[in-house]
T-cell receptor, first 117, second 116 residues
Framework: NAGVTQTPKFQVLKTGQSMTLQCAQD?????MYWYRQDPGMGLRLIYY???????DKGEVPNGYNVSRLNKREFSLRLESAAPSQTSVYFC????????????????FGPGTRLTVL | AQKITQTQPGMFVQEKEAVTLDCTYD???????LFWYKQPSSGEMIFLIY??????QNATEGRYSLNFQKARKSANLVISASQLGDSAMYFC?????????????FGSGTQLTVLP
């Protein structure tokens, strides 16, 4: 049981290059998330997928696209990288139930440190 | 307006002493959850403790407790008997009941340093 895995761990891009960050979870969670973490700003939500087949924008979606490939995998794509996208990217997943009173912990991957020159 | 506010960018505590990390939140939802995560220098996010808005008792998990004051909208983390391994960044987060995926909203974090 690996939990949430992310690849790659580190990446350096030049401005204008594209790349896809991969995320997979083996906990049968229905919801998956992509966050970015910048110094002094905590984690901010880029996109999320409440369930397989759906994706929605979060707080900072500009410059990104996502694909929920199947229940396990949720990828984040940068079509034309910019220096402002230098950040640490975290993928997370959880089970979201219909109950307002249930809580389910959000599990995080180890992060991808991306530098755009 | 910030939904989660952590006003202490950095804190120092002596080993074996207790420390309180502040967190205030803003929501109009009646049902919500408050979380604390620890992020050591290695970078991973580690879940510590959860408090539901309808929970009458303050949450506790080992040396961690959450001082929940609903009327003041505060959810402070208390770490008792600090250890050197507690040195890390600590994030307070909230999940509101509105929204389809009930994602977490994070504060900016508090960097805790435990001194020997």
């Amino acid at each position: 049981n690996a939990g949430v895995t992310q690849t790659p761990k580190f990446q350096v891009l030049k401005t204008g290059q594209s790349m896809t960050l991969q995320c997979a979870q083996d906990m049968n969670h229905n919801s998956m998330y992509w966050y970015r973490q910048d110094p002094g700003m905590g984690l901010r939500l880029i996109y999320y997928s409440a369930s397989e087949g759906t994706t929605d924008k979060g707080e900072v979606p500009n410059g990104y696209n996502v694909s929920r490939l199947n229940k396990r995998e949720f990828s984040l794509r940068l079509e034309s990288a910019a220096p402002s996208q230098t950040s640490v990217y975290f993928c997370a997943s959880k089970w979201t139930s219909g109950s307002l009173f249930s809580y389910n912990e959000q599990f995080f991957g180890p992060g991808t440190r991306l530098t755009v020159l | 307006a910030q939904k989660i506010t952590q006003t202490q960018p950095g804190m120092f505590v002596q080993e074996k002493e207790a420390v309180t990390l502040d967190c205030t939140y803003d929501t109009s939802d009646q049902s919500y959850g408050l979380f604390w995560y620890k992020q050591p220098s290695s970078g991973e996010m580690i879940f510590l403790i959860y408090q539901g808005s309808y929970d009458e008792q303050n949450a506790t998990e080992g040396r961690y407790s959450l001082n929940f004051q609903k009327a003041r909208k505060s959810a402070n983390l208390v770490i008792s008997a600090s250890q050197l391994g507690d040195s890390a960044m600590y994030f307070c987060a909230m999940r509101e009941s509105s929204g389809s995926a009930r994602q977490l909203t994070f504060g900016s974090g508090t960097q805790l340093t435990v001194l020997p």
